[in-house]
């Protein structure tokens, strides 16, 4: 089990990518994640854990990046229209 420090080094890295103005997705398993997972803008546990998925703003239940990168250009889309 990773340690808290490190779950907090997660939700600082997410929180000074956010105030940069940038949209922050992440990526996770555990516990550990949650905290992390609920503060970006968009999170993926990877391996669908309870925890994590009750944390997640967006839960993609295929492995792998190739979802994520197919979701980003999906979403383009839309806000083209």
Do not use: C, W
């Not at 295929?62 to 994520?68: D, F, H, R, Y």
């Amino acid at each position: 089990m990773a340690s808290p420090r490190y779950s907090r080094t997660q939700v600082h890295i997410v929180d000074v990518l956010q105030k940069r103005g940038h949209i922050v997705g992440m990526t996770g398993d555990g516990v550990n994640d949650a905290p992390a997972l609920k503060k970006a803008t968009a999170a993926s546990p990877s391996r669908v854990r309870p925890t994590a998925r009750g944390r997640a703003s967006i839960v993609l239940t295929t492995p792998g990046l190739a979802v994520i990168i197919d979701a980003i250009k999906e979403s383009r889309k839309i806000f083209q229209r």
